[in-house]
């Protein structure tokens, strides 16, 4: 029971109006609180959905903008729209706005989520043609540019978002060329065994796919329209289109001077999803979720995850929202198994648990060649995670062994007439996400410190 | 004592009208090992770790020994219910291709003006009456309606393959004690008829197709080559079967379920939206399939018994559908229940194929009936039911209508 100093009374600010922020603020209304809300969102758009931007709305069966998120209740928020957040002043607790506004809180939920990563070199980035895919504009942009049929379209990057753009282009017809840094398309998230299936997949279906190179130079005609790329290894593509699909940076610049533990692996929280100190001291009323945040999770030794995954953002959001309106023991942690999915090149593959955080994997169920599989990765002797290839409906047994901490390799016998385990359990073959130009869908940044600082603050 | 002869009063007749004392009895027990060896799982959570087990076959070739009370396999060839991976997907998505996504997304709820249609010619020959079954002239002319629509089966041979159906049910069914020879002989002999039937029917469509499914099995062949004539039979024996016999109990039961609680059909009689829910609560409160056979191809722990390979493990769907560790009240009947992942469709790879044309039909049905039943009386509470304890449902539900002013 709220007693005096009421959690249920605000003012309240969430700061990122995506995915976490709206069911964020529909929780805290669920549950009772029934002070003054304010959304900040620096899109001009009311929530929307991104997974269909790199599905549906490329492959012109959706309009970018039909993908508004639905609202399962009305959460009685001052919505401020494209408008950015530019500072946090935690001692005086106002949330700063860069049209000069400043918004006080008792309790702020940071969920600024992250952005895609611009191409290095900003006069390249600017030609004609040139796309990067994280938002409904960008989306709606490069759909168009798609159905006025280039040529051949670049893609710069294969982990999941590069794949699923270089799939739609392939079920349109348009010729596409995959250039990838990694010895192979999503190896940054699934790991080498899996990435070399996925790289059969993408050449199976007439995707020219390069790995082991880096574009060196976007090239562009006197009319500053894109007209193809230098590879660094000699040789030049020429292309209408290109999307930079290197993956994400996450939104924390505005916090640059809050005393947070922000950092490019997002803002460091607690299990309750509160945000630390750059001291790594818990703060009491600021709150982190979604794709921002880094948090420990017991399942994967308390290592400080990072996620970008629809369902961490959704349950983290909840939590969050539980603990932004409950003080003390009816505090809950965020404890979700990492489940995540991606549908390409006529596959559905989905992830329950984190297979970067391995060291061997089999395959559980199924096989390569038929392109039905379960992937199971242990880590030290133990499941962590499973990846399954048309198979999902298998999911939900493989995370209970997560749960369970259970032995790997699994015990075989499975019912669909393979040998349920590999002879041998294979290398993972996870590369260092520092290796990586386009960041892993999970990161455990937990044993990457990215920095040294002291931030001395005036007395008093 | 009681433990050993649960399976013995679950499938006893005169628990037919109330088994859910015997199922709470049950999930106390957690795993309750059989007399006859097989074992009883009633609890929710366990109920669906096995559904997704890998480790668990549902081809009934990997029992062990001999288990009297349950069904035999003599089947020849086997339906894709009673088939593992590979072979079970392959059947599974041929006859999904004209049924579903992603062949055929549309195809069942284009059938809605249809069954709607149908829906209003039962309800117009019940006018004037002041005495209905609820069985008889509705709830099963009803789904066969449908189910002969979509398959291309003449709808003047029902009582035909009714007798054949019936046959085929009952051999599906589990007493324990009992000599289940005879009805085992009659069921394969039914099944082998009813292939035949349905073989030729769909023979008659080659190469002049109408808009049905057995047309669409014997004229769009799939690259890997289709349905052989035995995989046809025993998949059209089973769209047929499955198609209708579920479908009539969740009627029944649902039109059981709403005169037992007036409260809540004035409700849903006002408030039509409810329906989509309410047919879920029924599919979780009063499930039309109750028990599921699965055969363990490794030893599998279960709630801390470790059931030994070959030995079958009967999942009692009914059973979990009102786990309290699962759902809040769950005795209660609430069709505005939220949390409502039920079994009552099953779960994992043999999730029920049917799962979205019983839903149609039952949301159109019940809807139509409700203004009818407003002023309904029961006859008799409860009422008789059918044999079946796997397919539970009543045989007869005789109601009294008011007289129309």
């Known amino acids: ?91 005086g607790r106002q949330v700063l706005l860069a049209d000069g506004e400043s918004l006080p809180y008792d309790r702020l939920l940071i969920a600024t989520g992250t952005r895609a990563r611009p191409w290095p070199r900003p006069e390249q980035a600017a030609l004609d043609g040139v796309f990067t895919l994280r938002t409904r504009d960008d989306a709606g942009c490069l759909a168009e540019r798609l159905a006025a049929g280039p040529r051949r379209v670049l893609v710069i990057g294969a982990g999941f978002t590069g794949s699923e753009i270089a799939s739609a282009c392939r079920e349109r017809g348009i010729e596409v060329t995959v250039a990838e840094r990694g010895t192979a398309p999503l190896v940054g998230a699934l790991g080498g065994t899996l990435a070399r299936f996925a790289a059969g997949l993408q050449r199976a279906h007439g995707v020219d796919l390069r790995c082991g190179v880096t574009v060196t130079a976007l090239c562009g005609n006197d009319g500053g329209r894109f007209t193809g790329a230098d590879l660094s290894d000699g040789s030049h593509i020429d292309a209408d289109v290109c999307v930079i699909a290197m993956g994400a940076v996450r939104n924390v610049e505005w916090l640059a001077d809050s005393g947070l533990a922000a950092g490019p692996h997002g803002v460091a929280c607690d299990a309750g999803c509160r945000a630390f100190d750059m001291y790594g001291i818990v703060t009491d009323d600021v709150f982190v979720a979604g794709d921002v945040s880094r948090f420990p999770h017991p399942l994967f030794d308390y290592q400080m995850l990072s996620l970008e995954h629809w369902g961490n953002a959704v349950a983290q959001a909840e939590v969050a929202a539980h603990n932004m309106i409950s003080s003390g023991p009816p505090r809950r942690p965020h404890l979700a198994v990492p489940v995540f999915w991606s549908s390409q090149f006529g596959v559905n593959i989905k992830s329950v648990g984190v297979p970067t955080y391995s060291d061997q994997v089999v395959i559980a169920q199924g096989s390569l060649s038929e392109r039905r599989l379960v992937a199971v990765y242990g880590y030290r002797g133990r499941i962590t995670a499973a990846v399954t290839v048309n198979m999902a409906k298998w999911l939900e047994y493989y995370q209970g062994l997560i749960e369970a901490a259970a032995p790997f390799p699994p015990a075989p016998g499975a019912a669909d007439g393979h040998p349920l385990v590999t002879e041998f359990a294979l290398p993972s073959d996870v590369p260092d996400p520092r290796g990586l130009s386009h960041g892993p869908t999970v990161a455990l940044t937990g044993h990457l410190p990215d920095r040294r600082l002291t931030v001395v603050r005036a007395a008093g | 004592m009681a433990v050993d002869t649960l399976l013995e009063r679950i499938t006893d007749y005169a628990n037919r009208p109330d088994p859910y004392p015997l199922y709470a009895e049950l999930r106390e027990a957690g795993v309750a090992r059989q007399t006859d060896g097989s074992y009883l799982v009633g609890g929710y959570y366990d109920i669906v770790a096995l559904f997704h087990n890998p480790r668990l076959s549902s081809d009934r070739r990997n029992r062990a020994g001999t288990y009297s009370g349950l069904p035999a396999d003599e089947e020849e060839p086997r339906p894709f219910i009673r088939l593992d991976d590979p072979e079970h997907r392959r059947l599974r998505s041929l006859a999904t291709r004209p049924f579903g996504p992603p062949h055929s997304p549309g195809r069942i709820d284009a059938m809605r003006d249809e069954i709607t249609r149908i829906t209003d010619e039962l309800i117009e020959s019940l006018q004037g009456r002041t005495r209905v079954d609820v069985v008889d002239d509705f709830a099963y002319p009803l789904p066969v309606s449908v189910i002969c629509r979509l398959l291309g089966v003449p709808r003047e041979d029902e009582p035909t393959f009714r007798e054949w159906s019936n046959a085929i049910i009952d051999s599906g069914d589990i007493r324990p004690g009992e000599d289940l020879g005879t009805s085992q002989r009659a069921g394969n002999q039914a099944r082998a008829q009813m292939g035949r039937y349905l073989v030729d029917l769909a023979e008659q469509r080659r190469g002049r197709p109408g808009d049905d499914m057995l047309s669409a099995f014997v004229n769009d062949p799939d690259p890997s080559g289709g349905l052989t004539r035995e995989e046809l039979a025993a998949t059209a024996v089973l769209l047929l079967v499955a198609g209708h016999e579920t479908t009539v109990n969740l009627i029944t039961n649902g039109v059981l379920t709403l005169l037992r609680h007036p409260d809540q059909l004035a409700r849903l009689r006002h408030e039509p939206d409810l329906l989509p829910g309410a047919v879920e609560e029924l599919l979780r409160y009063e499930p039309p399939v109750h028990l599921l056979e699965r055969i363990p191809l490794t030893h599998v722990d279960v709630a801390g018994t470790t059931i030994p390979k070959g030995v079958p493990v009967l999942l009692v769907l009914a059973s979990g559908n009102r786990d309290p560790k699962r759902f809040r009240d769950p005795d209660r009947f609430d069709p505005t229940r939220r949390d409502n992942q039920h079994l009552g469709f099953g779960s994992g790879i043999h999730i029920c194929y049917g799962a979205p044309l019983a839903r149609v039909e039952a949301q159109i049905a019940l809807g139509a009936l409700l203004p009818h039943l407003t002023t309904a009386t029961l006859v008799e509470d409860p009422p008789p039911y059918r044999n079946s304890a796997v397919l539970r449902g009543p045989r007869h539900l005789p109601i009294e209508l008011a007289p129309s002013p």
């Open chain 1, 1 to 91: 029971m709220p007693g005096p100093g009421d959690l249920r009374e605000g003012p309240i600010v969430i700061v990122g109006a995506s995915l976490a922020g709206l069911r964020a603020a529909e929780a805290l209304r669920e549950r009772g609180f029934t002070g003054s809300l304010t959304v900040v969102g620096d899109e001009p758009h009311p929530p929307y959905d991104r997974p269909p931007l790199s599905k549906q709305v490329l492959l012109g069966v959706s309009a970018a903008d039909t993908t508004g998120l639905p609202m399962r209740r009305d959460p009685d928020a001052d919505w401020r729209l494209g408008v950015r957040a530019t500072g946090l002043d935690p001692v």
